[in-house]
């Protein structure tokens, strides 16, 4: 009797556990959608631990289509901007002669040579049609960096460091003005190949600060937007 009653509590606790997690993934199934806002409000900085592209143009609608973006609906900088850490893409209001696309889903490799090839393909059929676009990426966890430009078409710059094993994984061009000066690693280099080059004192490694000093240089830093008086009074768009 005693053994048929622990047999038939224990069968009652693996009940309750699989009806409890049943429970909590129908759930997870039924949240609410995120409430996307419309009502316009001021720009807000990014940069820290994301992608984004900044191209010349304010046609939105071509970047869709260039980018694929599917989803696509009008948001203003609070929902954009969080959609864009999450799951999706924000083409932001236009600021000066550029438009920027942000979003994490642009490193959905954790930075890997595919997503800087893919995103070099992505640029290069941008700048054709709007003479430049611009790609640059920074997440201090892995210690990923890159900053990237197409000029009518065709790549003239990438640099891509993942501090997380020591690398390059793409390096491409001359260095461009904003890089002037600066010993930047380079383990794709002939002089790699040498032990003595990785004991160099002034070898200069990619850091988050350097990539928005050189967003500055080339375009926009998005660090700064809140300080700009020259971003277009209109919503963004979303998309996936």
Not at 27 to 56: C, H, M, R, S
């Amino acid at each position: 009797m005693k053994i048929l009653l622990i047999i038939a509590i224990v069968a009652f606790i693996f009940l309750s556990i699989w009806i409890a997690k049943r429970n909590n993934v129908t759930a997870q199934f039924k949240k609410e959608p995120k409430l996307i806002l419309t009502e316009k409000d001021t720009p807000i900085d990014f940069g820290y631990k994301t992608v984004w592209i900044a191209v010349k143009t304010n046609d939105k609608k071509r970047i869709i289509e260039i980018l694929d973006l599917k989803n696509t609906q009008q948001a203003n900088w609070k929902s954009g901007i969080e959609i864009a850490y999450n799951e999706g893409v924000f083409i932001t209001p236009q600021v000066g002669q550029w438009t920027l696309v942000v979003g994490m889903r642009f490193m959905k490799n954790g930075g890997s040579l595919k997503d800087v090839n893919e995103l070099e393909i992505k640029l290069n059929q941008l700048s054709l049609e709007f003479g430049e676009a611009q790609s640059f990426g920074t997440h201090r966890v892995v210690e990923y960096h890159h900053w990237m430009k197409s000029v009518k078409g065709k790549t003239v710059r990438i640099y891509s460091y993942l501090g997380e094993i020591g690398e390059n994984n793409k390096v491409f061009g001359e260095p461009t003005k904003a890089e002037k000066g600066l010993n930047l690693f380079n383990s794709l280099s002939k002089e790699a190949a040498s032990d003595s080059y990785w004991e160099q004192e002034d070898l200069v490694y990619a850091d988050e600060e350097l990539v928005m000093k050189i967003a500055e240089e080339w375009s926009i830093n998005p660090t700064k937007l809140s300080q700009r008086n020259d971003v277009n009074d209109e919503l963004g768009i979303i998309g996936n």
